[in-house]
Every structure is written in C-alpha cells, then in structure tokens.
C-alpha cells in the first residue's frame, strides 16, 4: 500500500509562484522514479520526473519554469513553480514508481489553480 501527502497547491496570479510537497510512503517499497503528472478534464500528462539517482525529465512546456528534486531521507518529492500561466491551471497528481515489479500509483490529486 502506497501512501501519498500532497500539499503546496491554491490559487495564485499568473506570474507568481508555488511549490508542490509530496510524502511518498509505502512498507518495504523502494521508489526508482516519483514526480508528478496533471490533468485538466480526462487528460493527465506528465510534468516532471526524478529518479533516486536525480536524474530529471521535464514536460516541454514547464522546462525552464518548474525545478523538481526530493529528499529520500524524507520520502519527499518537491515542485517548485515559478512564472505560472493561466494554462498551468490543473489538479496536480503526486506519482511514484516502484523499482521492483514496476508498478506506478498516484495521489488523490491537489489543485492549483492560476488566474489570469
């Protein structure tokens, strides 16, 4: 069983920031990749990736605006949000990965929402 404690999100201007926090936890489970995805309406893509080695992937459109990193002594995941746009506007869904078997999970989602 995975357990996920997202916060960070709200409503903020365009322009201003955020930053997600995820505690990832789960019994004897090792985390390769955690992260987060978002989703407006039925479509939930990736925002950005870490692995536990810190290898990062970021979705084309938050690169250069978005930092994730993670602390594993803490099990926590970070999305800092700088120069948010309307179009960031999405329920923000924590992910992890496990090493072994490769399974992935989400959180319950939270919500950011960026005012024009």
């Known amino acids: 069983q995975v357990q996920f404690v997202e916060s960070g999100g709200g409503l903020v201007q365009a322009g201003g920031s955020l930053t997600l926090s995820c505690v990832v936890s789960?019994?004897?489970?090792?985390?390769?990749?955690i992260g987060w995805y978002r989703q407006v309406r039925e479509n939930r893509d990736v925002v950005a990736l870490i692995s536990n080695a810190g290898t990062t992937t970021y979705a084309v459109s938050v690169k250069g605006r978005f930092t994730i990193s993670r602390d594993n002594a803490k099990n926590t995941v970070y999305l800092q949000m700088n120069g948010l746009k309307f179009e960031d506007t999405a329920v923000y869904y924590c992910?992890?990965?496990?090493?072994?078997?490769?399974?992935?999970?989400w959180g319950q989602g939270i919500q950011v929402t960026v005012s024009s």
């Open positions: 789960g019994s004897g489970m090792t985390f390769s990749l």
């Open positions: 992910f992890a990965q496990t090493a072994w078997p490769v399974d992935n999970y």
